[in-house]
């Protein structure tokens, strides 16, 4: 079974190597409006993206990210951010106090960005771009917020780059579909399926010189198991709750 948006979804792959040549305004604008037409919780739109094409504040972007080139090769970068500093002002206009005390929102508003990012990354395929999600930016979210002005209640979760990309990218294996899709209940008995997936993933090279910390491993047997098992067994950006709850978000 297939449709011309279910082939388009199959060919996704991350793009991090862009041609200098720049996007249209009309056509960013395009990409985002395309992303704000998806599902968003009780339609609270809960998220703002903030696009840039400014070299300084790439050269920053990059530097807050380790160093990921892409970010000053790509021609646009956008900041998706959880916002309910509109609904602040919103609440404030109709005569009531926001409660956005809670965990729910900090996840509604990162679920709704989450989402509209996607669905603006799929029509940005769709035209011939390529994208990567930058997660990275949250090594120092308070230096993110400060660089894009952002106000009490706007968090940036992620940003993404956006360009024409130099070749088209790798399509990486995903988990057989077993492993993802249980029916009725949750099946744990998955080891065979995420075995044969590492081979998979061995296959591509992808890992080669690249592995995760630790003293390398023969690359014959370093898989998708390792290299997760590997990033998932260290601390994963501990200051993060403090800054989440520094712009407003209380998490209770
Ligand atoms: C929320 C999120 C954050 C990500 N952060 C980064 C990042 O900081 N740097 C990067 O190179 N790729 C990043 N990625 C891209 C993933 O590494 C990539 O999607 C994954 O390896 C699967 O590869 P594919 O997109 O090419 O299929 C991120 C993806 C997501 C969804």
Known sequence: MTTPTIELMSQHGSVRHYKPDPV????????????QRASTSSNLQTYSVVATTDSAK????????????HIIQAPVFLLWCADFSRLK????????ELNADYLE??????????????????????LGLGFCYLGAIRN??????????LPELVFPVFGMT????????LIRPRLPLKAVLHWDTYQQDDLP?????????????????????????DPAIYGWMEHSARRVSKPSRPQLREAVMEAGFSLR
Request: charged share 20%; proline share 5%.
């Open 89 to 96: 002002r919103v609440c404030l206009h109709q005569g009531y």
């Open 162 to 169: 956006l360009g024409w990309p130099v070749k088209a990218p």
């Open 193 to 217: 399926l995420l075995e044969e997936y590492d081979q998979a993933m061995i296959e591509t090279g992808i890992y080669r010189g690249r592995q995760v910390d630790q003293p390398d491993q």
């Open 58 to 69: 790439k050269e920053q972007l990059m530097e807050i990210s380790g160093g990921q080139r």
């Open 24 to 35: 249209p305004e009309s056509m960013i604008e395009g990409i985002v409006a395309a992303g």
């Open 105 to 126: 929102n900090f996840l509604i508003a990162a679920v709704d960005a989450a989402i509209a990012s996607q669905n603006a990354g799929l029509a940005a395929e769709s």
């Open 140 to 149: 120092q979210p308070r230096r993110v917020i400060s660089l894009f002005d």
